[in-house]
């Protein structure tokens, strides 16, 4: 390799079927000043030592699937550039999250939460097909496309404080996305996501400490629609006061 400078990465390493916890491991490679932070990781990988466990696939910032903890903060690793750190870069897995193996993360707990704020466009009756799609104005589709941006890749919880100490918090993601779908105009669901959104563990447990939008690749800003939600949901109780719902709810 020419024009090429060498760092040293000290990686998180893991794995629980022979280790009691965490260890790190140093690797002094080659890198080129163009590099991004996964490239180094995958030259390891291939080159260097092949029992590295670390997951990744599209290299576009689109994915999501490579977040990481990069000197302490997280990041997308296949949109973070190399030349950003000194000679030496420490990579673990995100923080909150229980580790698989070296820097994957077991996600299945959140997509349980996911699931929970019901991702989809909720009616209570399907139009026929001849009437044709539900059209939306560009006003309407301006209301919740920033909190649609999301790409699930994880960088907010693990920066989040409140869901380092309750585990139990829906958390900035799901709720931006249940939140997206509250405000989408073809949708029928709020009460349903409302009513999850005032359980415990949800939205107002929320500090607004504002590191998952400090954190947030696309620009999503998470804790906004969290404090969205809270008023919409407060808002969505005391209407139920005044004009009860379908089927004494």
Not at 82 to 94: C, I, M, S
Not at 108 to 116: A, I, M, P
Not at 120 to 133: C, F, H, Q, S, T
Request: proline share 7%; with cysteine.
């Amino acid at each position: 390799m020419s024009d090429v400078q060498k760092k040293k990465f000290v990686v998180t390493r893991f794995d629980p079927d022979k280790d009691e916890v965490p260890k790190t491991q140093e690797y002094t490679i080659p890198v080129r000043p163009d590099w991004k932070v996964l490239d180094a990781l995958n030259y390891i990988k291939d080159e260097v030592d092949g029992t590295i466990s670390h997951r990744w696939s599209c290299r576009m910032a689109v994915c999501g699937s490579c977040g990481m903890l990069v000197n302490g903060e997280p990041k997308l690793t296949c949109s973070t550039p190399l030349d950003e750190y000194g000679d030496e870069v420490h990579v673990a897995p995100l923080s909150n999250f229980p580790v698989i193996r070296d820097l994957v993360v077991d996600l299945e707990g959140f997509l349980d939460k996911f699931k929970s704020v019901k991702p989809w466009i909720v009616r209570a009756k399907e139009k026929a097909v001849e009437e044709g799609p539900c059209r939306q104005t560009p006003e309407e589709l301006h209301a919740f496309k920033q909190f649609s941006m999301c790409i699930n890749c994880m960088l907010c919880y693990a920066a989040c404080p409140v869901v380092a100490n309750v585990p139990e918090f829906l958390g900035p993601a799901a709720i931006a996305l249940g939140h997206r779908y509250n405000l989408d105009s073809r949708d029928e669901g709020a009460a349903e996501r409302n009513e999850v959104f005032r359980g415990e563990g949800t939205v107002y447990e929320c500090s607004y400490a504002n590191e998952c939008s400090e954190v947030c690749p696309k620009n999503v800003d998470p804790a906004a629609a969290i404090n969205q939600a809270k008023l919409l949901a407060v808002l969505d109780w005391m209407k139920s006061f005044v004009t009860p719902r379908r089927g004494g709810e």
